[in-house]
């Protein structure tokens, strides 16, 4: 009876491999996206294909641009190292906020081509929220 208790309370090895690949594609979208905000002028970033950028001060797309740097760190560094790893499910909680009020400013906006990617970045990172929490919760170091 032991074992199959163990065996319900054990994190999924097959669970932990597949949040470590969401935890580092989100990691990779909003490091990229990130650092583009946080570099590249306004003017060129609309030409880029990011029209929301056209009418937004420029302190704001550098601070979603460290917000998105921050929340990819965050997905992976307290995770990989053990030190307080429940902020990896306090970043993808804010990476899913971020996404939450672009989906609001593209639907807005009418640009309804961008939104799929906004709903599967969001579903990400829902993802490694619930299974950080349930399926294969990462343990502190002790």
């Not at 306090?90 to 400013?105: E, P």
């Amino acid at each position: 009876m032991a074992s199959i208790d163990a065996k319900m309370t054990a994190p999924s090895k097959g669970w932990n491999i597949g949040l470590w690949v969401a935890q580092a594609a989100l990691a990779a979208m909003f490091l990229m996206a990130g650092f583009m905000k946080l570099t590249t002028a306004p003017a060129e970033l609309v030409a880029m294909g990011m029209l929301w950028a056209e009418n937004t001060p420029v302190a704001l797309i550098r601070f979603i641009g460290l917000a998105e740097v921050l929340g990819a760190i965050g997905l992976i560094l307290p995770a990989a190292t053990r030190i307080m790893p429940r902020l990896t499910k306090l970043a993808a909680l804010g990476l899913a906020v971020i996404m939450v009020f672009a989906f609001g400013l593209h639907s807005v906006r009418g640009e309804f081509e961008v939104l799929p990617m906004n709903v599967i970045l969001f579903a990400l990172a829902v993802l490694v929220i619930w299974g950080r929490t349930n399926k294969a919760p990462i343990t502190p170091r002790g």
